[in-house]
């Protein structure tokens, strides 16, 4: 169930991991056990840092994504945070001597760049330098090869590492390590550690078949003792330099984090920010706890029982920094961005979850949110909207064009993504390269696709009495056929209904009759022993007149966007959706026209009487219809109703200001109000136009820039 998905699991282990690197810090085990504190401390809290990596990679590294704004985000957060940091330890470096160390700059420039100005600091640089590696490496490669070459980086770095010891036997590679070590002091750094671990999250991100928990669980067990042994085995043998990198840490982390991913639940975000400033400012803390114990005079408690150290310093570092994420909370004000634009849509995400979460609500268990974001998404902007619900965990979309499938790939979302309509076969290819999945449209079509020679994914129309895609569902014959194609993957199968939004008796039983049709075959497919792939039925009205249809999909375009069709309809379930978007403009200038005057083409508005004219910069060409000129529509300036008077040109028309005395340039105009029931709602401005708001929203111009609030 997708219900609040987030990664709850991945969000939650952050905090162990962290105290696992106070732990590497502080050696708690150091008084009780020598081989525990190495098993605890540089061994299994060892998976720490690479999960972070990994987590980092998860929500920024992607096989498609051409625009880099994730990464460029990360890049830019993280450099943030490393310079703060720098700062935040300078008293700390001045205080250690560091600063008097001769000669400094190239040393300086070494630690900025791979080692931190302070020892745990490595990480932010390694993080950068690991996403970039990964990003440049995955968008060059596939995964495999990706995944190749990050590993031989890994290897080069392991005999740096644990393995140096025999690095060192072989004649002409000492001499290598030397080199890189006049350049980093570790290999455990941004080039040959942390690339192969962003790699590896990415591509657990891109890749949908998630491994099964009792898997990753076994393979998880098994690649941990195997580390251990062979820490244990390299630790014996004094081959160790460092002892961050092992062989059987790589499936070790990737085991965990497959693992990880099976916990589903509401996001933590606090968790994420307590974590990091866990990781931050632990160091500080350890000096605290020092100096505290020096002046209590406690040292033989606080610092020599090394259990207490530990627990002091987490302790310590718990309490400072959940009052620094507080703080840095309530001082994160949310500035608004001011618009600029002539002419804009602006979309409202939270409207657009709450309309995600309302529809789940509906939806039977076991159901998932087919989002229909085709046609720039109803005219939300396919790249906010899209990116926007791939954050909050759908993970199915429906399309209408190759195209469309493409560029959602491109701004980086994951999950299926169902192409609804034809696509030429010439075109099978980039199906298959960017992970589409395509709808046959009927047999002749499966069959041509079929006979490219290229295996990709489809889901299979049937027709039960739209007449218009799909195989007619009395061929059991034919849908045989289709799924016994070599070519194909049959992973889908659906029915669309012509008329789920009416409540006439005639067309309820229509409806019902095209249910009915389809389940029938799906009783043939049974009967003959074929397996039934993911079906679906329902679009926006199909859920809220049919909700107790039980479909592994629901695609919801219209609801999704929290509008109904038309403002007379009236559905089974009474939905509380929340309007997403709003056609906004803003007044260019107001001019007073004389009795008798007339306002724009044809001088289809005489003015009576003296009147005041606002011209908003709007027009057809951004898809409000001309329907709407000559007073059949009107938009909204300072909470007051102006008509719209004349003509509506391609990209102006003219609003009546006379009653609005305060009207003034620049003023905004609603032409659109994200609000149910108003007289701007989508619904009732598109009937006033004569149409329904799916085409009065999906025909807003691509030149309308999209603003997410
Ligand atoms: C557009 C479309 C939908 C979405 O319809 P809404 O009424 O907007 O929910 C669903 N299925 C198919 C086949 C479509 O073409």
Known sequence: MMKNESYSGIDLFRLPAALLIIAIHTSPLASFSKTGDFVLTRVAARVAVPFFFMTSAFFVITRYAKNAERLAAFVKRTAVIYAAAIVFYIPVNIYSGYFREQPLLPRMIKDVVFDGTFYHLWYLPASVMGALAAWYLVRKYDYPRAVAVSAVLYLIGLFGDSYFGIAQKVPGIGGFYRQIFQVSDYTRNGIFFAPVFFVLGGMSADCRRRMSRKMSLIGFGVSFALMLVEAMTLHTFGLQRHDSMYVFLLPCVYFLFQFLLHFRGRRKARVKELALALYLIHPMMIVAVRLAAKVLHLQSLLVENSMVHYLAVCAASLVVGAVAVCLLEKYKT???????ERAYVEVDLNNLIHNVRTLEQIMPAGSRLMAVVKANAYGHGAYETAVYLDRIGVRAYAVATVDEGICLRKYGVHGEILILGYTDIRRVEEIRKYDLTQTLVDFAYADAINRQGRRIKAHLKIDTGMHRLGIDWEDLAAVKKVFAMSHIKVCGMYTHLCCPASRKPDDVAYTKGQIARFYKLLEW??????????????????????????????????????????????????AQLRPVLSLKTRIALIRTVKAGDTVGYDRRFTAEEERRIAILPIGYGDGLPRNLSCG??????????????????????AVDVTQITDAAVGDVATCIAAEADAVLSAPNVAARSGSISNELLSRLGERLPVVAK
Do not use: F
Not at 334 to 340: I, N, Q, R
Not at 525 to 531: N, P, S, V
Not at 632 to 653: H, K
């Open 632 to 653: 059949n529509g009107s938009v909204r300036i300072r909470q007051r109703c102006a008509p719209i008077v004349g003509l509506i040109c391609m990209d102006q028309l």
């Open 334 to 340: 949310k500035k608004p961005v001011p618009v600029a």
């Open 525 to 574: 497919m049974e009967r003959d022993g074929m397996k039934i792939p993911a079906v679906h039925v329902q679009s926006s009205y199909g859920l809220l007149n049919y909700p107790q249809l039980k479909c592994d999909y629901v695609r919801a375009g219209i609801a999704l966007y929290g509008c109904l069709s038309a403002p007379q309809d009236c559905t089974v379930v009474k």
